[in-house]
Every structure is written in C-alpha cells, then in structure tokens.
C-alpha cells in the first residue's frame, strides 16, 4: 500500500519547499573571478555543510511572534552602565598609570554601544564621545560575533576594541530590566584611586587665591520670575511746591532681578510733558545717599604691597573687605498698601494693586488685608451736556450730529439689524382704512407695508373700479413720526415701531388716521414667532388677562360657551366668540382677539395636486426661455459626494439659486416640499419632473398660474378663522394658574 504523496509521508525533502534561489559566490573583481559568497547560504537560503553564519540582530527574534519589532518596542531606551579604564602614561614625572571614569550606553533597539567618557577641567585630555554609537564585536576568536545585553553585568571587566573596560554600577532602570530578564547581577564595585588626581585635589585646596572668583549666582531667580511684575498704583503728594499738584504713578517691581520702574499717569488736559519714564528700570535704595563718583565705592580695598620709584608698583585685594559698602535696596517684602517709597527723596503711598499681586502676596507672605487707599478726591460729575433745539432744516439726526463734532459725519444706520431683516420677506403688510366722515373715503382699501429692516412705512392704497380716485403709491416709504410731539425740542422724536401695529390700532400716519383692519398671514406668524416683541400677539398675556376676570364674568363665559354649542361638538364660531369678548369688556383688543381664536383653532389648508404644481413650473421655465437642464444635473453629481441620488433641501435649494431658476419663491420651496423625503430629495425625480424638454406636461390656465406667481404672504388678508375649539379653551383659561404668562402655554389645536 503507497502513502500519499504529502509532506511527511515521503523523504524528498523538496517536498513543500517554494523558495529555489541560488545565493550568488563568485564574482570578478579587476578582472579576475574571486570567491565572495563565504557567508552566503545555499539554495532556497538552507545552510551549507558546516556553514555558521553570523547572526545579523540581536539574540532577540526580529519579527516574529505578535509583539512590536524591536525598533518600535525599545525605542528610546537605552542601558546605562557606570565604567573605568586604566591608561598607562609611561612618559610622565609625578604618573606611571591614570583611570580614566567613563559611561556605557546600550541601545536596545539595535544593540548598539556607545561609550562617553565626562568631561573633567584642565585634564589636558580630549574627552566627551569616546567610542561611536555602533556594533562592537566581540574580542578574537570570536570577532565574528557582536555584543549583546547578555554579555553586561557588574563587576567585570569588557573588551571593547583592545581596551578593557570595567563595570562598577548601572542606574535603576538598567538594574529592573536585567533583573525582569533573568540575569543574577553582581554586587557594585567601586573606582580605584587615581594618584595623580587626588594629588591635584590636595594642591587645589591648599591654593588662596590673591583674586579669588566670587560668584553671585542669580540664574535661578530669573528663570523662576522672568517676566513677573508686581504692580502697584501710588500716589505723591507734590502740592508743598510751587506750581505743583498731585501726581498719580504705576510702580512696576519686576520679580526676576528685584528692579523697580515707575511710569507717570497724566490725565488729559494736564498741561505737562509725557515723559517715557518717572523712574527707569533700576534698584531702589531705601536711603536717599548722595551719589558717589565713579571708582568711589567698590567691592573690595586695594593694597599698596610695594610702591618705590626703582621698582614696579604691586596691588593686592584686601580678602576681609574693609572697603565694601553694603547698600540696601527695596525688596518685595517692603512693598505693602499704605506704606510709603522713598523714590530718591519724593514720598511716594501705595495705594492699590493688581489681581496678581494680591495673588502674590497671599501666597507668599499670607497677606489677606488689600484694602485700597484713598488718597484723593473722588472726580467731579461731568456736566450734562444740553442739546439745542431742533430748527428744522434737514432731519433730526443729522442737524444733531452738528452738535457733537465740527466736521459732522451721516448718521449711522442700524447695519447689523439691516443685514439681519433685510430681506424682502422681512415686511409686515397690514390693510387698513382711513378713519373720516367722507363717505367716499370711508371706502378705501389701503396696505400699509411695515419695514423690520429700518422701521421704514409705505402706504399703497390699493385699486377700485369707478371710484374717481387714483390710486397707488399713499404714502412714501420712511420713517413716520408718531403725532402730538413739539417740532422745535431738544429730546428726539418717537417714531412709529413694529409693536404699534396691529389690528384694531388707530395709526396717524402725516395727519390722515388709518384704522388697522387685518393683517397676512405671515404678518401674523411672524408676530407670534416673535411673541416676546409683540404683546398683543403673544398669547401668554392674552390668557392671563383672561384668568384674572372676576368669578362673576368668568361664569358668565362659561354658560355663553355651553349655550352656543347645543350639540356638545366642542366647537363655536369665531364671531360668537369675537362678541362675547368684546361685550364683557375683557380688555383685549381686536389683535389679541384674533390671536385668542387662531391659537384654539381648526384650520385645514388646501392640498395642491403635484402635477399642477409640476405643470404650473414648465410653464415659468419655458416662458423664461430655461434650458440649462444638463448643467443643473452636473451641479446635484459633484455636490452628491456619496452618489446616492440624494441631497438635503438646503443643498437643492442652493443649486437652484445658483443657476438662477426662474421660479417663483412660494412654487419652488412648495416643489421642494413636495419631493422632499425626509430632509433629502431625489434630486433625478425633481429634475425630471420640472424638465420640460423632455417631459413636457400640458398646458396650464392663466389663473393656474396667478396662483403661485403672487406670494401669498403679499396677499391681504390672512386665513380666515371659523371654529373655534372653546372646550380647550376653557380647559387651558381656567384650569391652569393664573400666573402663566408663557405664550407656549395655550397648544393650538
């Protein structure tokens, strides 16, 4: 029976193997054929017939195993050993032979040595890197073979190219590491004496210099306070002179070299010179001495040894400093609040610092006391400045600003609320009627346009057939005053305001009284967005009022309620409700009325067909003469990163702004609404859809198109409120406290 011809069953050792290269051993150098390969394996990389090959790494295992190559586990740790070598000097008087202390360092990473030796003063021997970071071998016989981390420990002696090297001590981490490795370290030893330093040190003791080198070390204090500054408000009291007055200064003690600066505050209008500084940068002696000559005080006296004609005069030092004169200067302890500087003869007070140096001092010194000190009079009120009169020419703002400078400048506009609001959107459209006994004007329409960016009004009254009166342009859009104020007066004029609009006010706009009628629909839900601007709309304040009625009316509403819906559906007409409010005498105006009924009312909005709408917009774009389709498409791709076919509204919204689609605003965001999934749309369907190249729909009616051709927020009149839900009405008013004024309270229904 044959086993199978697999690896193990069979004594062809090819079996299995892939790697058949031939190591390359002969090669011609200068010509002639040379031997090169005595280190090279055989085929496939197998060891020849007594062939040894010298390890390249380590006798840890590169790249094997799941751990971290070496390079990257041992990076940056090093072995540091503490060593000595004894040199022989043959050609010296007081020597025969010197130790030379030196450190070891082994680089795990690659199993690199590296030796320094330290650097000694007045050895007379170069020092510093004696050996270079690199692979040392070991000594012969077998030099074919490098040093490892398990050729160190203490107490022996190394081999390190000729010269023998021994291992007294290692640092702490050396010692955990060879120890978590296995290795029995040897007990520390210790550097033979060095006969010729140690005579060295004993002629260096016994030497008194004539000039000894005295070292003020003030390093330390540099780097600790560089660039820390106690800073303190003084005050010197410079009346006593004359032509003098108080003098209000900053003093600046700089930690880093105890100096002290002092700047000079003059106020406006002071009359003096600014100077840089009142006190450079210096040390600050408490005594006032007189200033010396230069060569005047020095550190130490000078002795006259010799001094004859014949011979060459001598100068010693004196070493116990008869001469030195010991100045005392201000330091950080001697600066508190209140206490006084003597500035060079001038009484300077302390009177406040800073947030850092109370820090300072509390750390420091434990102080907790940095009461100001008031050393002056507090300053006298400034006078109020009184505006004339206005006289009338040009506009109120711009005669004032004649006031406030000789070369006037415009008045400045309100730019961030002009750029916030100053969209088209962003007007409140009220229609309204002119409040007179004319019979002929009582019939007039007008709308009145509110504008949010500069509280701007424009009046336009709107057409009538037969009436015999133009219509148009009422009013130009500006600014309107609001009526009863003086002309001629110093104080501004009021002016009409957002808040004064509403309906059921009585606006005079230029003398003519408009009474407020209704509002668009997006008058008010902008009105009740911004409830905290808009009183009369916010419906918090219109169920308060409610709430505090007295029990007596509160009753009464409550019966009126009941009566009116005899079927218990829960629902009456709005103008049941508009009567009954207004025949209590609630308090609430026409515009919270309105606001009352659309908060608890039952409104549905009509449902416009896609395909309308889709038909509606290929109409615009062909009258329009839009073809761009292809180009539309490109723009949806690149800015689809994900290639999903879909992007958000905002994106879709862009693009089509982009290329200037030429689609009314209500039609496109109703479009985008309508494809919308989400917050995303099919970008392919909407394309398709509005593409009346390819897919063209029918042809639509002129009043199809009048539908989204005018903004319905233009329009007067908002949606009409018919039902009213007046068992939530009821339920909110008279069930919750009496205190909310929260217009989120009422949920509208």
């Known amino acids: 029976m044959a086993l199978p011809f697999l690896p193990g069953n069979s004594p062809n050792k090819q079996l299995g193997k892939e790697r058949f290269h031939k190591s390359q051993h002969f090669n011609h150098s200068s010509g002639l054929p040379l031997l090169v390969g005595y280190e090279k394996p055989g085929i496939g990389g197998e060891l020849l017939f007594g062939q040894m090959i010298t390890p390249k790494y380590s006798v840890f295992p590169k790249e094997q195993g799941r751990d971290l190559p070496s390079w990257v586990a041992f990076d940056k740790k090093i072995l540091c050993f503490e060593a000595f070598f004894q040199e022989a000097v043959p050609a010296a008087q007081h020597e025969t032979y010197r130790i030379r202390k030196c450190r070891i360092y082994f680089h795990l990473e690659d199993d690199t040595i590296q030796v320094v030796e330290p650097e000694y003063k007045n050895s007379g021997i170069p020092q510093g890197r004696f050996i270079h970071r690199q692979r040392i071998p070991l000594p012969p016989p077998d030099d074919d073979h490098f040093y490892h981390i398990y050729h160190f420990n203490l107490n022996q002696q190394m081999v390190l190219y000729s010269r023998t090297f021994t291992v007294i001590d290692c640092d702490s981490f050396t010692r955990n590491f060879l120890t978590k490795l296995g290795v029995i370290l040897n007990n520390p030893a210790t550097v033979p004496d060095d006969p010729y330093s140690k005579h060295r040190e004993e002629i260096e003791k016994s030497m008194k210099p004539l000039r000894p080198y005295e070292r003020c070390d003030t390093l330390k204090q540099f780097l600790d306070h560089d660039r820390e500054v106690l800073r303190f408000n003084c005050f010197w009291d410079d009346t006593e002179n004359m032509f003098a007055d108080p003098r209000e200064l900053t003093l600046h003690y700089h930690l880093g070299d105890d100096t002290i600066e002092i700047m000079e505050i003059n106020p406006a209008n002071s009359g003096?010179?600014?100077?840089?500084?009142?006190?450079?940068?210096?040390?600050?002696?408490?005594?006032?001495?007189?200033?010396?000559?230069?060569?005047?005080?020095?550190?130490?006296?000078?002795?006259?040894?010799?001094?004859?004609?014949?011979?060459e005069q001598h100068y010693m030092l004196d070493s116990l400093k008869t001469g030195a004169v010991h100045d005392e200067f201000y330091k950080d302890c001697d600066l508190t609040l209140g206490g006084e500087v003597n500035v060079w003869g001038?009484?300077?007070?302390?009177?406040?610092?800073?947030?850092?140096?109370?820090?300072?001092?509390?750390?420091?010194?434990?102080?907790?006391?940095?009461?100001?000190?008031?050393?002056?009079?507090?300053?006298?009120?400034?006078?109020?400045?009184?505006?004339?009169?206005?006289?009338?020419?040009?506009?109120?703002?711009?005669?004032?600003?004649?006031?406030?400078?000789?070369?006037?400048?415009?008045?400045?506009?309100?730019?961030?609320?002009?750029?916030?609001?100053?969209?088209v959107i962003n007007v409140l459209n009220f229609s309204a009627k002119m409040v007179t006994t004319n019979p002929d004007d009582t019939q007039r329409v007008f709308t009145i346009s509110f504008f949010l960016s500069d509280d701007s009004i424009c009046v336009f009254e709107q057409p009538k057939k037969n009436s015999g009166i133009v219509s148009g342009k009422f009013l130009k859009r500006g600014r309107v005053k609001k009526p009863g104020q003086e002309l001629f007066k110093s104080e501004p004029s009021e002016y009409f305001k957002a808040q004064d609009l509403y309906v059921g006010a009585t606006l005079c706009l230029s003398g003519v009284h408009f009474q407020v009628l209704d509002a668009t629909?997006?008058?008010?839900?902008?009105?009740?967005?911004?409830?905290?601007?808009?009183?009369?709309?916010?419906?918090?304040?219109?169920?308060?009022?409610?709430?505090?009625?007295?029990?007596?009316?509160?009753?009464e509403i409550r019966a009126f309620l009941t009566l009116s819906d005899p079927s218990g559906t829960g629902f009456i007409s709005y103008e049941s409700l508009r009567g009954l409010l207004t025949g209590l005498g609630c308090g609430l105006s026409e515009h919270e009325v309105l606001v009352l009924g659309r908060s608890f009312s039952q409104r549905e909005q009509p449902e416009v067909d896609v395909g309308l709408m889709l038909a509606v917009a290929q109409d615009f774009l062909k009258k329009n003469h839009f073809e761009d389709f292809p180009h539309m498409e490109r723009a949806f791709t690149q800015r689809d990163q994900h290639k999903t076919g879909r992007l958000s509204t905002k994106e879709t919204r862009t693009i089509c702004k982009a290329v200037h689609l030429p689609l009314p605003e209500k039609l496109l965001a109703s479009l985008l609404g309508k494809f919308a999934d989400g917050d995303e749309i099919d970008y392919h369907a909407f394309l398709a859809g509005i593409n009346w190249v390819e897919n063209n729909a029918s042809p639509v009616l002129p009043e199809d198109r009048l539908k989204f051709e005018v903004d319905s927020r233009s329009n007067g009149g908002g949606a009409a409120v018919e039902s009213v839900n007046f068992s939530s009405l009821l339920r909110d008013v008279f069930s919750s406290p009496s205190n909310s004024g929260d217009p989120t309270s009422a949920t509208s229904t």
Request: proline letters at 10%.
């Open 272 to 311: 003096r010179d600014t100077v840089p500084k009142f006190l450079r940068r210096s040390k600050l002696p408490k005594n006032c001495a007189p200033v010396k000559q230069p060569g005047q005080t020095t550190d130490r006296t000078v002795l006259n040894v010799i001094a004859s004609g014949s011979q």
């Open 346 to 423: 001038r009484r300077v007070i302390l009177t406040d610092c800073d947030d850092f140096t109370k820090d300072y001092y509390r750390s420091k010194y434990g102080k907790e006391d940095f009461t100001p000190v008031v050393c002056k009079a507090p300053p006298a009120p400034i006078p109020e400045r009184r505006v004339p009169p206005y006289n009338g020419f040009g506009s109120e703002e711009d005669s004032l600003s004649y006031c406030h400078r000789l070369l006037p400048k415009p008045p400045q506009k309100d730019f961030y609320k002009f750029m916030e609001r100053s969209d």
């Open 521 to 555: 629909e997006y008058t008010f839900n902008y009105m009740e967005q911004h409830a905290e601007e808009f009183p009369e709309a916010n419906v918090g304040n219109v169920l308060s009022k409610l709430r505090s009625l007295p029990e007596e009316k509160q009753s």
